[in-house]
C-alpha cells in the first residue's frame, strides 16, 4: 500500500478508506466463492447419497427377489426379480447419465484444486513461510477429501451389492436366472461408482494419489531448493 502524505492527513485518510474498501470486497468475492462451492458440493453429494439409498434397498432386497421358501431355484418369483432388475437397471442408467453430467465439473474443479496446492506449496518453498492465502489450500484440500469421500462410500455400497450377488447360489447355475444375475454383477461393476472416464475414479485412491503427486512436487522443488 502506497501512502501519499505530501496533502496532510486528508490525503492519509482518504487512503485508508480506500484499503478498507478493498479489503472488504476481497472479503465479499471469497465469501460468495466459497458460498458457490458449497451449494455445488452439496448438490453433488445430495445425490449422490439418493443413488447410494437405492444401492442399499437393492442389497436389501436381493434375497426376498430371487428366494422362494427357504431354497433358491430357477423359478423363482417373477414379479420381485423383474421388478429389482428394473430398480438396478434404472440406477446405473441413471449413475451413468449422471458420470457424463458431472464430468467436466469435476475435472474443472480437481484441475483448479490441484494447482491451488501446488502454487501454494510453490510460494511456501520460495518464501520459506506459510502464504497469506494459505487458507485457499484448505479450503481446496476440504472440497478434494469431500467429493472422494462421496465417490467411495458410492463405490464401496456397489461392491457390498457385487459380493451379495456372488453369494447367492443360483448365481453359479447354468439357468435363466443364474445368467442374468451374471450379466447384473457385470453391469454394477461398471456403472455403480462415479467416473470421470477416462481420467479417473472418484474415490480415496485417487485422492491418495493425487496428493502423492503434490508431495512429490513439492520435495522436488525444496530439493531445487
Known amino acids: 500500500m502506497h501512502v501519499i502524505i505530501q496533502d496532510g492527513p486528508k490525503t492519509l485518510q482518504i487512503s485508508r478508506r480506500s484499503f478498507l474498501w478493498n479489503r472488504i470486497g476481497i472479503g465479499l468475492a471469497l ?3 466459497v458460498l458457490k462451492k ?7 453429494l445430495i445425490l449422490i447419497a439418493t443413488q447410494r439409498d437405492y444401492i442399499k434397498h437393492l442389497n436389501k432386497t ?3 427377489a430371487v428366494k422362494t421358501n427357504t431354497f433358491f431355484v430357477s423359478k ?6 423383474n421388478s429389482w432388475i428394473d430398480s438396478q437397471q434404472n440406477v446405473s ?4 447419465e449422471f458420470n457424463c453430467f458431472v464430468t467436466p465439473y469435476l475435472l474443472t474443479t480437481t484441475i483448479s484444486n490441484a494447482s491451488t496446492l501446488c502454487l501454494v506449496t510453490f510460494s511456501i518453498v520460495m518464501r520459506n513461510d506459510l502464504p497469506v492465502h494459505s487458507h485457499f489450500a484448505l479450503i481446496c484440500l476440504a472440497e478434494l477429501v469431500i467429493l472422494c469421500y462421496a465417490g467411495h462410500s458410492l463405490k464401496r455400497e456397489g461392491q457390498e451389492l457385487i459380493n451379495t450377488l456372488n453369494r447367492i447360489p443360483i448365481l453359479n447355475e447354468r439357468c435363466g436366472v443364474g445368467h442374468t444375475l451374471a450379466r447384473i454383477v457385470s453391469d454394477c461393476r461398471s456403472s455403480l461408482r462415479v467416473n470421470c472416464e477416462p481420467f479417473f475414479t472418484l474415490c480415496y485412491e485417487y ?3 493425487l496428493i502423492s503427486v503434490i508431495t512429490t512436487y513439492f520435495i522436488v522443488l525444496v530439493q531445487i531448493q
Open 62 to 64: 436381493i434375497y426376498p
Open 93 to 96: 442408467r441413471y449413475l451413468s
Open 31 to 33: 465469501f460468495f466463492s
Open 76 to 81: 423363482c418369483k417373477k414379479d420381485s426379480f
Open 38 to 44: 458449497f451449494s455445488h458440493n452439496s448438490l453433488f
Open 207 to 209: 485422492l491418495i494419489a
